[in-house]
């Protein structure tokens, strides 16, 4: 079995500053990794470089055999990115904001609006659909931010700090939606990166 994705020698330099020395890592199909350390320890920094978001680094890293600073375009088709912090639009609702990053990725309007509702009443925000979000917690725009990255079903999900701002009964649903994403694609990948454990 191939792996699915591939770090050969990964460096990164912020100046003069080495943030990442050289990684090498297989991931292979249906694996979930989690990738835990101190801040400034390079957790996000890799998330972002391996969500195509950052082509300035060192090394090779090629997702389903794309490489990413190659064809970084290809590379966010194929996965979901949910930041530990984004700018949400505050002005949107969940569901426009859902709508629109839904459209992005070629859904169909009812599409999204089934998967978003589904998601976002599993989430406990059923009841705030159609509020802006210029009112809303962070564990509540956490939820959002959840929710958009994994609305289009990707094969590859990357996340950091996913259980930030999260309270507990939160934390434990976003963790039975992880393993029910595992277990509905038996070639699925999950890497979390995490500050320390929980």
């Given at each position: 079995m191939e792996p699915i994705i591939q770090i050969r020698d990964l460096r990164k330099f912020f100046g003069k500053k080495q943030a990442l020395y050289g990684i090498n890592l297989d991931i292979m199909p249906g694996q979930i990794i989690g990738y835990i350390g101190p801040n400034g320890a390079g957790k996000s920094t890799t998330v972002r470089i391996l969500a195509g978001l950052d082509e300035r680094f060192e090394g090779t890293v090629s997702i389903k055999g794309i490489d990413v600073k190659e064809n970084p375009l290809a590379v966010k088709r194929i996965i979901g990115y949910i930041p530990e912090l984004a700018d949400?639009?505050?002005?949107?609702?969940?569901?426009e904001f859902l709508m629109l990053i839904g459209r992005l990725h070629d859904l169909e309007d009812q599409q999204i609006e089934e998967r978003a509702t589904r998601m976002l009443d599993f989430l406990g925000l059923k009841d705030q659909l159609h509020h802006r979000m210029d009112t809303f917690s962070k564990g509540m725009r956490q939820k959002v931010l959840l929710v958009s990255g994994l609305l289009h079903n990707p094969e590859i999900i990357f996340m950091d700090?996913?259980?930030?701002?999260?309270?507990?009964?939160?934390?434990?649903?976003?963790?039975?939606?992880?393993?029910?994403?595992?277990?509905?694609?038996?070639?699925?990948?999950?890497?979390?990166?995490q500050h320390g454990y929980r």
């Open positions: 949400l639009y505050d002005v949107l609702t969940p569901m700090e996913p259980l930030s701002g999260l309270d507990a009964n939160a934390v434990i649903l976003v963790k039975e939606i992880i393993l029910r994403l595992v277990e509905q694609g038996q070639n699925r990948n999950l890497l979390f990166a």
